[in-house]
């Protein structure tokens, strides 16, 4: 439950500031032994890159994970009522727009597109990921909008009180 919750929470800000320490570390250490710079392959990476592909692979799952407690909320209520739709449309403009991006700048030589859509693969199953998530939530606002309105015609709404205080003389 909750506790589990919060140790997570806490967790994830201890590794938060980890990161934020450790990886400006590593730049000044990257800077400052630019003289001593080894050669390496494109095919290897360094702590720094290992570090950026962690992050992002973290944040895809979060990203992607984001979508599914809503998704359940509006199935179990079969509602979407509180749900802004607004949000979800902009969000998904802009993961398309974003995912759209990162496609249209892969490079023209085949050689580095491989390495390229390697590189770039947390953030585009992210984006994209998650833009296929909220075409199901607009698919529930659809559906469950119909099902409001079926249900709705069905109750008649009460305007007269069942119990009128009588005040006695």
């Known amino acids: 439950g909750s506790k589990n919750l919060k140790n997570f929470c806490i967790t994830w800000i201890m590794v938060c500031i980890a990161l934020c320490v450790i990886l400006p570390y590593q730049l000044l250490l990257r800077n400052q032994d630019q003289s001593t710079v080894i050669e390496r392959s494109n095919n290897s990476l360094d702590m720094i890159e290992m570090s950026g592909f962690i992050c992002g692979y973290i944040s895809c799952v979060f990203y992607l994970g984001s979508r599914f407690p809503q998704l359940y909320k509006n199935f179990r209520r ?17 993961n398309c727009t974003y995912g759209l991006s990162l496609v249209l700048k892969m490079p023209a030589t085949k050689s580095f597109r491989a390495l390229y859509f390697l590189h770039h693969l947390p953030w585009l199953i992210g984006s994209l990921g998650v833009l296929f998530l909220d075409i199901f939530v607009t698919v529930q606002f659809i559906l469950y909008r119909q099902h409001k309105e079926r249900q709705s015609g069905l109750v008649a709404l009460e305007v007269e009180p069942l119990l009128v205080n009588e005040e006695t003389a």
């Open 78 to 94: 079969r509602s979407t009522e509180g749900t802004s739709y607004l949000l979800f449309a902009l969000a998904m403009m802009g």
